[in-house]
């Protein structure tokens, strides 16, 4: 998630108070919010729909495997991915209630994969030499689009690249190799690569997000088969730890409050967390694990997945220490979320759904407008 | 010196002499669990269409169809008249010998009574939990060996099971109570350092398999409800006493082996082969605990222990998603020392068994990895006709696909060689199983075969279809729609893929039957 530079709307503030009241509605009218309960296989029928969104239909989401996720700017602009023919995929930008394919990317590459977007409409990714856009042995790079243009970035010494994120300023975060063969976490800032370096006991990190404040977050190992989550500010890295009894965790998302949200182990499996101020909190399941927090906005709405029973997995949105299925607020009109990827700070959230026995689709969840 | 994978299961099959009738003695026709067998010498392009081709007649049985049907020609029933007997056993317990040409019933065992599906809480196996795993057959013996789950005085009970073929009464040395346990302080531990097998918590869901006089027998959960383990138990197939326990997570918890009820796959020097999923927090500082990994087990002086293994690296994330990578079991490329294999992400990993790669959070270190599919439940088939080598997959959501392989290379072409104008639902664990069958690489011989659910199966019981294909162009050749009055087969079995012998196709359902296919009888001129 990336900040609200849209000029057209109320100030954020503002916003963020309506917001503050319609979640408050929300919460009050019913109680939607539950915790983990692996007894809990179906939503209670206590739950009732109660539509706080809109669904927009972005178009059919390729499945692709690998960290894949849709990211959403400001204004409602979306980076996520679109089949060209067979099994190529492409970048692809949602804004303005349309859908554009990116291409496969400059010249010796037909592959393209966006996994970033900032404000001013620039998005990040990585393209490859292969029609397969998981193919470990094609040559893969990170690459910022802007203004209709693809720019290849450099790697850090080693063979391949991928870009995560991309910040208010165009700083772009991702992984690299290394000389050795290693991969590390890198920011690029349009000009040069830097290696954000590991965590003292660690050879292997990455970086997925990066807030207005430089702020980058991700994940770096500790040993030979654990990771943390981690935050680097002003360069020097952190170790997030994990939830209490868990060995692994990892950083998707940062806001502007410095709010990271991301997923760790625990004793019942992988949870979705909130770390604030040096405290890292397990924000629960839908039901069963596991969970992961994808996206974090600047009201401190956190956005993921969960588990609700061992089949089925369903969107979530988590505020003031509550859970909520994000089916449960949204029309019934056949749509069934499963999972949330980022929500921005006008509320919107970008998910992908599906409904029964059809394609994975792309969806924006627009906030009903409240009646002063 | 690198030890090939070898086809000796499949000598049972391609040294026979032509027209001798198949034997399908395990699960996906051969230890190697290609699912693919090239000695069909009746059904071909030409002749598999709906008008010439279709259903012959369905056999009842009394619960659902968890494990793929075994066939075993030339049976002296009960010591008399020789047939071709079709073997199905049930998640009623029980075991069935059909006539494998008329559909007639010849034998009939009920092995106990089945656990409701409402006792374990289950909702991934409706109905009832009683035989889910397939069975396997010793030719040498005529023995068909198969684990049951039973429902006495409130208490669950697996017992592994050697039956006479001919009769399919219990060997003198049978049936036996499974127990066991390993070294460890993972749940269930009885603290002082020892992990019990229990019984109400695990579910046979893999093929029995097989080896030099070994029966192996792998578990996993029901519906990830805590605690579980993965366990794989050998048992000595003359006596079946047990050999030795292997315990994926002795000192966490997870790991379950179910791999949508696949067997394990067998190498020349009889190691076994699996792929494990989602794994603890607890696991990651014990190496001995392998979740989300393909592992490579050695038996050796009667103890069975992991010789390597392979994790991706992104596996934190794969049970962050509850990604399975064991949700699809590994294939065994024919004559080399790999296998592939995928799980619910749809990457494929090309495996090097003799070095298998381990986990590297810097970049994986198998052969290679290329998204193949959508999602998998069950295995892919491998097709090694002469021409073009072929792995054919269909994932949720997804057309099916095959991808060549080149022996020269020893990769896949990571673009797909055929893809079909079908496609799978999206849903979460709508993937269709496929076999393939062909005379051996002869033109016009070669046909994909696959049951497809027509809805999510996952918790529910849905309809199925069966589809044949045209192996070397994927262009359709017959479903069971297009006349459905006549060769509609009922609900889908999870994740049986057809089974194809002597010209005929046994499809598995969850309709309380095996419907079988073939060639409708020649009009006879008026």
Known sequence: MTNDAYSERPPLKLRMLVLCVAWTLVFAGCSVGYQSDKASAVLPAALQRTPQFNVIDIGPLPMLADDVAIRLNGSGAAALWTKSGVITMHAALWADHRLKDLGGGPRGFTTSVAHGINDRGEIAGWVTTSQNAVDSRATVRAFVWSKGRFKVLATLGGASCRALGIGRDGTVVGVSAVKNGLQHGFTCDGKSMTDLGTLPSGEYSIAFAINDAGHVVGAASIDASTKH????????????????GGFNSSARAINDHDKIVGFSETPDGYHAFLWDKGKMTDIGTLGADPSEASGINDLDEVVGGSSINSTQRHAFMWRDGKMTDLNLLIPDDGWKLINAYDVNNKGEIVCMGRRPNQPDHALLLEPLQTTP | MQRALSVVSLLVVSSLPALAQVSVWTQRYDNLRTGANMNETVLTTANVNSLTFGKLFSMPVDGFVFAQPLLMPNVAVLGATKHDVLYVATAHDSVYGFDADTGARLLYASLGTFVPSTVIGTSNIRDAVGIIGSPVIDQSTNTLYVVTKTYEKDEQIFRVHALDITSLKERAYSPKVVTASVRGMGVENNGYGTVMFEAAQENQRPALTLVDGVVYIAFASHDDSNPYHGWVLAYNKTNLSQ????????????????????????????????????????????????????????????????????????????????????????????????????????????????????????????????????????????????????????????????????????????????????????????????????????????????????????DNTVPGRLYAFNATSLKELFDSDQVKSRDDYGNYAKFVAPVVANGKVYVSTDSNAVCAYGLFPRQSKL
């Not at chain 2, 794994?279 to 605990?289: K, V």
């Not at chain 2, 070095?355 to 998204?371: I, P, T, Y």
């Open chain 1, 229 to 244: 989550a981690t935050e680097w500010t002003a360069g020097k890295i952190a170790d997030l730890g994990t939830l209490p």
């Open chain 2, 243 to 458: 050999i030795a326990a292997f315990n994926d997570s002795p000192n966490s918890s997870e790991g379950g082996i179910w791999m949508s009820g696949q067997g394990l796959v067998v190498d020349a020097a009889n190691n076994v082969y699996l792929m494990t999923g989602n794994t603890t927090p607890d696991s990651d500082y014990y190496p001995s605990d392998l979740g989300e990994s393909f592992v490579k087990l050695t038996l050796s002086g009667g103890t069975l222990a992991a010789a390597d293994y392979f994790r991706p690296n992104n596996y934190d994330y794969l049970n962050s998603i509850d990604g399975d990578l064991g949700s699809g079991g590994p294939v065994g490329i024919p004559g080399t020392p790999y296998v592939v294999g995928g799980g619910k992400q749809g990457i494929f990993y090309l495996v090097d068994t003799t070095n298998m790669g381990k986990l590297n959070l810097q970049a994986d270190r198998c052969r290679q990895e290329f998204q193949a599919d959508h999602g998998l439940f069950g295995s892919p088939a491998f097709w090694n006709n002469a021409t073009t080598p072929m792995l054919f997959s269909w994932g949720r959501g997804a057309a099916l696909t095959g991808y060549a392989y080149s022996y020269s290379r020893g990769l896949f072409n990571t673009v797909p060689a055929l893809v079909s104008a079908q496609e799978t639902l999206s849903n979460w664990d709508s993937s269709a199983s496929v076999s393939v069958s062909s005379n051996g690489s002869k033109s016009g011989s070669g046909i994909v075969w696959a049951t497809m659910p027509l809805g999510e199966p996952g």
